[in-house]
């Protein structure tokens, strides 16, 4: 597999803290390409808007907002790191959780079933 980077968007997550739903939130993962992303010198994973613009212009349009990044690797296995500044402040943790769910079904679930569909 090597390594994979996504970016998960999400709209309605104020809406979805507010009544404590986490079906509420919309989402969509986009794996992205080498020159969208930025390695940091302290393992954190930085999204490169400038080298992605068709996929910033998207989420505008249909009111999306960049929430995390999801790594995939043989080696570390799966790291997250999320847009603290994309959570709202009165119940950070349920928003925490809303956001590794949506992450978990994407880039956990809905890829394994790909691959275990490939391998059939």
Same mark, same amino acid.
């Given at each position: 597999?090597?390594?994979?980077?996504? !970016?998960?968007?999400?709209?309605? =997550?104020?809406?979805?803290?507010?009544?404590?739903?986490?079906? *509420? &939130?919309?989402?969509?993962?986009? #794996?992205? $390409?080498?020159?969208?992303?930025?390695?940091?010198?302290?393992?954190? !994973?930085?999204?490169?808007? $400038?080298?992605?613009?068709? =996929? $910033? $212009?998207?989420?505008?349009?249909?009111?999306?907002?960049?929430?995390?990044? /999801? /790594?995939?690797?043989?080696?570390?296995?799966?790291?997250?790191? /999320?847009?603290?500044?994309? =959570?709202?402040?009165?119940?950070?943790?349920? &928003? =925490?959780? *809303?956001?590794?769910?949506?992450?978990?079904? #994407?880039? *956990?679930? /809905?890829?394994?079933?790909?691959?275990?569909?490939?391998?059939?």
């Amino acid at each position: 597999m090597g390594k994979r980077v996504g !970016i998960l968007l999400m709209r309605h =997550l104020l809406e979805a803290v507010r009544q404590r739903k986490v079906e *509420i &939130a919309d989402s969509e993962p986009h #794996w992205l $390409t080498s020159e969208q992303y930025r390695e940091l010198d302290d393992g954190r !994973i930085e999204f490169r808007p $400038t080298s992605a613009p068709d =996929l $910033t $212009t998207y989420a505008r349009e249909q009111s999306f907002r960049p929430v995390g990044m /999801v /790594v995939l690797d043989d080696q570390d296995g799966c790291r997250t790191f /999320v847009d603290e500044c994309a =959570l709202p402040k009165d119940d950070h943790e349920f &928003a =925490l959780r *809303i956001f590794h769910t949506h992450a978990y079904f #994407w880039f *956990i679930h /809905v890829t394994s079933l790909g691959e275990n569909r490939e391998r059939s």
